[in-house]
Nanobody, 122 residues
Framework: QVQLVESGGGLVQTGGSLRLSCAAS????????MAWFRQAPGKERAFVAA???????YYADSVKGRFTISRDNAKSTVYLQMNSLKPEDTAVYYC????????????????WGQGTQVTVSS
């Protein structure tokens, strides 16, 4: 079992930056693929970024070049650095974990955090 707790959300103006953190506890963090998803009001949850235990990363086209996912295995934490934020980035951001290879499919992830709200004002 893995427990995930996100933090770092908030209100930011267009063009600003935020860094989300997701602290994991439970089974060895280093063995998991970690990902960020987001859910905007009235929309389905969507993939944002993922990182394998090796450090290989994968991004949704909508965030490439603006967001960076990273992990610190010693701290059992995954981060999402978000730059050049746009109003369409407004959503609840969720951290997720799975014990296998990298995937962008929500259904493939076994563990989820409670989410953190990110609001980008225009």
């Amino acid at each position: 079992q893995v427990q995930l707790v996100e933090s770092g959300g908030g209100l930011v103006q267009t063009g600003g930056s935020l860094r989300l953190s997701c602290a994991a506890s439970g089974r060895p963090f280093s063995s998991y693929t970690m990902a960020w998803f987001r859910q905007a009001p009235g929309k389905e949850r969507a993939f944002v970024a993922a990182i394998r235990r090796s450090g290989t990363t994968y991004y949704a086209d909508s965030v490439k070049g603006r967001f960076t996912i990273s992990r610190d295995n010693a701290k059992s934490t995954v981060y999402l650095q978000m730059n050049s934020l746009k109003p369409e980035d407004t959503a609840v951001y969720y951290c997720a974990a799975r014990g296998r290879y990298l995937s962008s499919a929500e259904v493939d992830y076994d563990y989820w955090g409670q989410g953190t709200q990110v609001t980008v004002s225009s």
